[in-house]
T-cell receptor
Framework: SAVISQKPSRDICQRGTSLTIQCQVD?????MFWYRQQPGQSLTLIAT?????????ESGFVIDKFPISRPNLTFSTLTVSNMSPEDSSIYLC?????????FGEGSRLTVL | KQEVTQIPAALSVPEGENLVLNCSFTDSAIYNLQWFRQDPGKGLTSLLLIQSSQREQTSGRLNASLDKSSGRSTLYIAASQPGDSATYLC???????????FGGGTRVLVKP
């Protein structure tokens, strides 16, 4: 199974700032996914990131707020822009390999 | 639209008792169903993946069953241990490469 590393593992940020989360996979994968887990909630898909194309965003999520990069088959970044306390969540990167989903350890973000 | 439900939301059992975790889904046309474990503030660990053509999967003390006709999957954990305390999530996917739909999770506490 793929090994997925996320940075940072946690951070405390000020309102109005932006934070970029990195996701590194130890093998080449076609599809990478970014999820959000708000406190006490289950996971919600933010977007699907394929290498060489624009990310596909789910309803309720927009590129201006959550820009995503996918420069190669092993790496992706998610930026949470102009943060507010409502953005306090765990952000998780995942990959499909094949038919089974694997997750990173998550990035726990607290916005003050 | 697929909806996945996990009841109960929380469960507390004494050590040694068998755990039975329920997952129900509204659309039986699934590609596979996956069970995950999540420790507090952490990412998800894949436990078992059941393909739509399978009835069950086993790994050690864990056994997961799938009944598409009734829209149910059950995760059994035999002889529970305090280390099994975590949140367990199930997720269904409609087709390869499609997003997963997660249940709300069952938070399990195994008391020594």
């Amino acid at each position: 199974s793929a090994v997925i590393s996320q940075k940072p593992s946690r951070d405390i940020c000020q309102r109005g700032t932006s934070l970029t989360i990195q996701c590194q996979v130890d093998s080449q994968v076609t599809m990478m996914f970014w999820y959000r887990q708000q406190p006490g909630q289950s996971l919600t898909l933010i977007a699907t990131a394929n290498q060489g194309s624009e990310a596909t965003y789910e309803s309720g999520f927009v590129i201006d707020k959550f820009p995503i990069s996918r420069p190669n088959l092993t790496f992706s970044t998610l930026t949470v822009s102009n943060m507010s306390p409502e953005d306090s969540s765990i952000y998780l990167c995942s990959v499909e390999e094949p038919g089974e989903l694997f997750f990173g350890e998550g990035s726990r973000l607290t916005v003050l | 639209k697929q909806e996945v439900t996990q009841i109960p939301a929380a469960l507390s059992v004494p050590e040694g008792e068998n755990l039975v975790l329920n997952c129900s889904f509204t659309d039986s046309a699934i590609y596979n169903l996956q069970w995950f474990r999540q420790d507090p503030g952490k990412g998800l660990t894949s436990l078992l993946l059941i393909q739509s053509s399978q009835r069950e999967q086993t790994s050690g003390r864990l056994n997961a069953s799938l009944d598409k006709s009734s829209g149910r999957s059950t995760l059994y954990i035999a002889a529970s241990q305090p280390g099994d305390s975590a949140t367990y999530l199930c997720a269904a996917v409609k087709a390869a490469g499609n997003k997963l739909t997660f249940g709300g999770g069952t938070r399990v506490l195994v008391k020594p």
